[in-house]
């Protein structure tokens, strides 16, 4: 039986994010089939102690490594000079976590061969740490999966774009030199196009969607009762926070349909308290529920009761939102809001016919119309998951598995 190694960064506890939903999603479908062994290394929930080093969740074999250290808050300004310190060493901000995963894992592999090591980006810690394996000889093969790019992502301010550009473009040329097969969602070859594909990666790279289209998962009987609000219009965000004005700008629109007193808008989300949802929503006259990030089993128990979900760009315009493809696999109707004309989220979501794209740079009056519009028309209106299935062939599990059983009989 072949084996295969995925490193992510949180499973199954806790509320693992966006990227671990896609490999997770992965691992899933490759524990299905009968002539793989899967395992993983992932880091245990910073409220786990208890749980044990090893476990078996759902077909798959879990190795823990101990959660790392607790990266401190700091306000705007000193964050960014933070960040202007670390230009020397840019894309990497953690070196020394990356460091301590690399030798855990090591530790962890003594003894223990597999036929395909899967990394994933974000975060770098395993994308990194593959690579410093596959080069000391402790792994035979490596896959690399980038749900976030490093080259070609450019953060915003203190960095230069140019400089941004020229490291990271050296760094994931470092990385692919060590890969055997690197994943890379389908919009960023777009990119690649236009800047140039890194030298390593040449005849290597494989372009597809999120792995985000999968069936949903069987009904479980979950409380919703904090935050679904019977007889109202229960419009659904579940995600990080990357920019407040997001979601004041969702909050000024939504207040000022017509639909506005009944509308029960539910935030599950990082980045946002309540003293910023207090100078947001002030003139707004519907409901507004904010809560933390959910176990999955509650979120899927949300999707099936939700009448409408919200998506954010967010960081980056090239990379396609997977919660956007959560949310039509459980037939959702979807309002999307991007900032760039060539947002990639947008493109992929005009597929989807219960769907609206929002941008954030005209004024929300703008939409008003055609919100109304949307909300009339969308309630009680579900899109069969074979439909979403057939408009995304290269976002489905499926073609991940066949890419990876190809990588593993080579």
């Given at each position: 039986?072949?084996?295969?190694?995925?490193?992510?960064?949180?499973?199954?506890?806790?509320?693992?994010?966006?990227?671990?939903?896609?490999?997770?999603?992965?691992?899933?479908?490759?524990?299905?089939?009968?002539?793989?062994?899967?395992?993983?290394?992932?880091?245990?929930?910073?409220?786990?102690?208890?749980?044990?080093?090893?476990?078996?969740?759902?077909?798959?074999?879990?190795?823990?490594?101990?959660?790392?250290?607790?990266?401190?808050?700091?306000?705007?300004?000193?964050?960014?000079?933070?960040?202007?310190?670390?230009?020397?060493?840019?894309?990497?901000?953690?070196?020394?976590?990356?460091?301590?995963?690399?030798?855990?894992?090591?530790?962890?592999?003594?003894?223990?061969?597999?036929?395909?090591?899967?990394?994933?980006?974000?975060?770098?810690?395993s994308v990194i740490a593959g690579a410093l394996l596959r080069r000391g000889g402790y792994i035979n093969k490596l896959m690399?999966?980038?749900?976030?790019?490093?080259?070609?992502?450019?953060?915003?301010?203190?960095?230069?774009?140019?400089?941004?550009?020229?490291?990271?473009?050296?760094?994931?040329?470092?990385?692919?030199?060590?890969?055997?097969?690197?994943?890379?969602?389908?919009?960023?070859?777009?990119?690649?196009?236009?800047?140039?594909?890194?030298?390593?990666?040449?005849?290597?790279?494989?372009?597809?969607?999120?792995?985000?289209?999968?069936?949903?998962?069987?009904?479980?009987?979950?409380?919703?009762?904090?935050?679904?609000?019977?007889?109202?219009?229960?419009?659904?965000?579940?995600?990080?926070?990357?920019?407040?004005?997001?979601?004041?700008?969702?909050?000024?629109?939504?207040?000022?349909?017509?639909?506005?007193?009944?509308?029960?808008?539910?935030?599950?989300?990082?980045?946002?308290?309540?003293?910023?949802?207090?100078?947001?929503?002030?003139?707004?006259?519907?409901?507004?529920?904010?809560?933390?990030?959910?176990?999955?089993?509650?979120?899927?128990?949300?999707?099936?009761?939700?009448?409408?979900?919200?998506?954010?760009?967010?960081?980056?315009?090239?990379?396609?939102?997977?919660?956007?493809?959560?949310?039509?696999?459980?037939?959702?109707?979807?309002?999307?809001?991007?900032?760039?004309?060539?947002?990639?989220?947008?493109?992929?979501?005009?597929?989807?016919?219960?769907?609206?794209?929002?941008?954030?740079?005209?004024?929300?009056?703008?939409?008003?119309?055609?919100?109304?519009?949307?909300?009339?028309?969308?309630?009680?209106?579900?899109?069969?998951?074979?439909?979403?299935?057939?408009?995304?062939?290269?976002?489905?599990?499926?073609?991940?598995?066949?890419?990876?059983?190809?990588?593993?009989?080579?």
């Amino acid at each position: 039986m072949k084996k295969i190694l995925f490193l992510t960064f949180s499973y199954p506890y806790g509320h693992f994010g966006p990227s671990d939903n896609c490999t997770v999603r992965i691992m899933n479908a490759l524990a299905q089939e009968h002539n793989y062994e899967i395992w993983n290394i992932s880091y245990k929930p910073k409220d786990g102690a208890s749980k044990p080093n090893y476990d078996i969740v759902e077909g798959v074999n879990c190795l823990y490594l101990p959660f790392p250290e607790k990266r401190a808050h700091h306000s705007y300004i000193v964050e960014h000079f933070l960040l202007f310190l670390k230009i020397p060493i840019y894309p990497f901000f953690a070196p020394f976590s990356i460091w301590r995963h690399y030798k855990a894992c090591k530790k962890l592999l003594r003894g223990k061969q597999f036929d395909l090591v899967i990394t994933q980006c974000s975060p770098q810690d395993s994308v990194i740490a593959g690579a410093l394996l596959r080069r000391g000889g402790y792994i035979n093969k490596l896959m690399v999966l980038f749900w976030d790019n490093i080259y070609g992502k450019f953060p915003r301010k203190v960095i230069p774009k140019s400089f941004a550009l020229y490291r990271s473009r050296k760094v994931e040329n470092w990385i692919a030199r060590y890969a055997d097969c690197l994943i890379s969602p389908s919009p960023f070859k777009q990119f690649h196009e236009q800047y140039g594909e890194v030298k390593e990666a040449i005849g290597k790279r494989v372009y597809l969607e999120h792995p985000s289209v999968l069936p949903p998962r069987e009904s479980v009987n979950m409380p919703t009762g904090k935050f679904i609000k019977q007889g109202r219009i229960n419009i659904l965000y579940a995600g990080r926070v990357y920019f407040k004005e997001h979601i004041s700008y969702c909050i000024d629109l939504l207040g000022k349909t017509s639909f506005a007193e009944q509308i029960n808008l539910i935030l599950l989300t990082k980045g946002l308290d309540e003293s910023d949802l207090k100078a947001m929503s002030h003139n707004f006259k519907g409901e507004i529920v904010l809560s933390d990030w959910i176990p999955l089993d509650e979120l899927n128990a949300l999707y099936r009761e939700t009448d409408i979900c919200i998506a954010f760009s967010g960081y980056s315009s090239s990379s396609v939102s997977s919660k956007v493809y959560e949310y039509m696999c459980y037939g959702n109707p979807v309002v999307h809001f991007y900032e760039e004309d060539d947002d990639v989220t947008k493109k992929a979501i005009s597929r989807y016919p219960l769907s609206m794209s929002i941008c954030l740079r005209k004024d929300e009056r703008t939409y008003v119309e055609s919100m109304d519009n949307f909300i009339k028309n969308s309630l009680g209106k579900r899109v069969l998951y074979e439909d979403v299935e057939r408009l995304f062939p290269d976002a489905t599990g499926a073609a991940y598995v066949r890419v990876i059983s190809s990588m593993v009989d080579r």
